[in-house]
């Protein structure tokens, strides 16, 4: 996945870049916008182009740097989320990021930390990263991604740099169900969003869920005129053909499972493949 793969962002992006060129980008930045417009894949990307080792080409998508961050075993970048089974950021998370934080970076040029759902911070760990962002190490970038950028202290606010993303355009609905199967049947695909581009799957997901959706819809009704999809009754009309209307619901519901397992950082592997047994039978 590269920035191209990014829709809709192309001016953060150019600003982003040209920051970094001109020696002024930020050593913190707030990506603020709602989930699904790219947020997460705007930070792994942004990682990547700063320590990309073609700097002509950044990111180039195939040098070492690159696929390590892709593959999310790049020991400089690093994802924060608060776990599986938390309701907040823990602070040890924090900690453990201010132990590394002060060492160079290993292998990159610069030590990414990148803060998922950044308003989760418990109180401990927001006053403890605030030490950080008060006296930032050098060849460090620290994002915050955040929803609510209104529930993050003021202190951590005025220190960080903020980037609006616009929300996703809901023009993507091409041929959705068979791409988006056939990308989710792909293991490389599924491996690439642990890199932290949980946020773009669960766009995904949810468009393939407003497609059963559909579906479910017109084979119980008939009815075009309460498709969201309108301007794809004919593919509709056929799909639903071949489902029963338990079937499209048990489809329905697994994708939903599967878009709820992945916000809550469940392994998007594992919360697929029961998703696409179902879907695919
Ligand atoms: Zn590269």
């Known amino acids: 996945m590269s920035f191209k793969d990014i829709k809709g962002q192309d001016e953060v992006i150019r600003s982003l870049k040209a920051a970094y060129r001109s020696g002024k980008m930020s050593h913190a930045y707030i990506f603020c916008g709602p989930r699904g417009c790219g947020r997460s894949a705007l ?71 990148i803060i998922e759902d950044a308003e989760l911070m418990s109180i401990e760990a927001t006053n403890s990263f605030l030490k950080t962002l008060e006296e930032p190490p050098q060849n460090s970038l620290l994002i915050l991604i955040t929803e609510k950028p209104k529930d993050l202290p003021p202190t951590i606010v005025s220190r960080c740099q903020p980037v609006r993303l616009k929300p996703q355009q809901r023009e993507e609905t091409g041929p959705i169900l068979t791409d988006v199967l056939e990308e989710f049947s792909r293991d490389a695909y599924v491996e690439n969003y642990k890199a932290g581009n949980r946020d773009e799957l669960s766009a995904r997901l949810n468009i393939l869920a407003g497609w059963y959706r559909d579906l479910l819809v017109f084979n119980s009704t008939g009815d075009e005129r309460l498709l969201i999809h309108r301007g794809k009754a004919g593919d509709i009309k056929r799909d639903a053909a071949s489902y029963g209307t338990g079937e499209l619901m048990d489809i329905f519901e697994s994708i939903l499972d599967a878009k709820e397992k992945v916000e809550s950082n469940v392994n998007p592997k594992l919360a697929l493949s029961a998703m696409r047994l179902r879907c695919t039978k």
């Open 43 to 113: 930070a792994a990307n942004f990682a990547k182009y700063i320590n990309c080792e073609e700097p002509q080409k950044a990111p180039c998508d195939s040098c070492v740097s690159c696929g390590k961050i892709d593959k999310d075993i790049h020991p400089d970048v690093k994802w924060i989320r608060k776990g599986e089974k938390d309701t907040e950021i823990k602070i040890e998370k924090i900690r453990e990021l201010e132990k590394q934080i002060i060492f160079k970076p290993y292998e990159g040029k610069y030590k990414v930390y």
